[in-house]
């Protein structure tokens, strides 16, 4: 009996919660739950502009393959396979409209993110955090991502 009181004492002497274990656990759960919902942020982010991107290139896409259609049209008709063909133009030019748009789309993404890393990076820096690795470990980049960006504004714009 007295091993089992002894036992249960060292039980609420150790809480596991508290441990040094559980709080390695911790680290890397909230470590995987940060790195998870950064991708699937990047994820929602250029999906969205590629459907932005879909979109807008398939309605010029369409609108311009209509245009041509009736600005170019064939005088003569041999057959009506190429008639068929014709009243298909429009189709084409949309569906390759919708593939550039979705390219233009990431690329504004892209474009858009460096933008606000650049941004970020010079309100810390003018903010006066001027080590790589604490503006990486504020913005959740890489040091040599962040060093890169503060060398070309060192250079460019003399911060």
């Known amino acids: 009996m007295d091993s089992y009181v002894e036992s249960v004492g060292m039980m609420k002497k150790f809480d596991a919660r508290n441990s040094l274990h559980s709080l390695g656990i911790n680290i890397l759960a909230e470590r995987f739950f940060d790195r998870l919902l950064f991708f699937i942020k990047t994820i929602v982010e250029y999906a969205l502009g590629m459907h932005i991107g879909y979109a807008v290139g398939w309605i010029l896409g369409w609108y311009t393959g209509n245009v041509y259609a009736e600005n170019f049209e064939p005088l003569h008709f041999r057959d009506l396979n190429v008639f068929w063909k014709w009243e298909l133009v429009p189709y084409e030019f949309a569906r390759n409209g919708a ?37 990486a470990q504020a913005l959740g980049k890489r040091v040599g991502q962040i060093e890169g960006k503060l060398n070309k504004l060192i250079e460019k714009e003399g911060y």
Not at 104 to 126: E, P, S, T
């Open 99 to 135: 593939i550039i748009g979705v390219v233009v789309g990431a690329m504004v993404i892209a474009i858009i993110n460096n933008q606000l890393l650049k941004q970020r990076v010079i309100f810390l820096y003018k903010k006066g955090n001027t080590d790589p690795r604490d503006i």
